[in-house]
């Protein structure tokens, strides 16, 4: 979506870092969100942070906000054949409206 | 683990055709979505409903697709007459709330392909 940009592909090694990166535009957002997507499947929630924090980590997942800039990051630690998937960041509104970038596909070479 | 249900998984139709999309959420979820996705791009809001009641249908194509909510529970988007353009996965969601977080859990999606 024009809100939401990110960079469209992303290939890594098995074992390296990935880091998926994010731009949006509104500064009304009180949530951001990051969802995985795999072949012929809906969305499924990966994790997501507040709009006054700065970082989230939860096992593997690292989230990183920087709201001056408006920019959000996903960095997966150790990362497995099983993380190739389209990573789609999102970020939400109070009334429950979820804006949604057009999402970075992760591929994870052996 | 509950699951938001989507029906029927794929669609083949003629353009001018009418078609139709089910979508049952988990239980107890009180907001459900109905997004559009274009290959290649990330979902769309078509209209987000608060029980019954709509609560954003402001970017669907209100001559062509309707969305109801009868009873607060399913939901069925139809579109009719489809048109080309209309080809998409067309994702249901409903949501809750995680330590204030509105998180989305998706269906599998209906994929419409119009000929």
């Known amino acids: 979506g024009e809100d939401v940009e990110q960079s469209l592909f992303l290939s890594v090694r098995e074992g390296d870092s990935s880091v998926i990166n994010c731009t949006y535009t509104?500064?009304?957002?009180?949530?951001l969100y990051w969802y995985k997507q795999e072949p012929g499947a809906g969305l499924q929630l990966l994790t997501y942070?507040?709009?006054?924090?700065d970082m989230k980590q939860d096992q593997r997942l690292t989230v990183l906000l920087n709201k001056k800039d408006k920019h959000l990051s996903l960095r997966i630690a150790d990362t497995q054949t099983g993380d190739s998937a389209i990573y789609f960041c999102?970020?939400?509104?109070?009334?429950?409206?979820?804006?949604f970038g057009d999402g970075t596909t992760l591929t994870v070479k052996p | 683990e509950a699951e938001v249900a989507q029906s029927p998984r794929y669609k083949i139709t003629e353009k001018s055709q009418a078609v139709a999309f089910w979508c049952d959420p988990i239980s107890g979820h009180a907001t459900l979505y109905w997004y559009r996705q274009i290959l290649g791009q990330g979902p769309e809001l078509l209209v987000q409903?608060?029980?019954?009641?709509?609560?954003?249908d402001s970017q669907l194509p209100k001559d062509r697709f309707s969305a109801e909510r009868l009873k607060g529970v399913d939901s069925t988007l139809k579109i009719q007459p489809a048109e080309l353009g209309d080809s998409a996965m067309y994702l249901c969601?409903?949501?809750?709330?995680?330590?204030?977080?509105?998180?989305?859990?998706f269906g599998a999606g209906s994929r419409l392909t119009v000929l």
């Open positions: 942070i507040f709009s006054n924090m």
């Open positions: 509104d500064s009304s957002s009180t949530y």
């Open positions: 409903f608060q029980d019954e009641s709509v609560v954003d």
């Open positions: 969601a409903s949501s809750y709330t995680l330590s204030g977080a509105n998180v989305l859990t």
């Open positions: 999102a970020w939400g509104t109070n009334a429950g409206k979820s804006t």
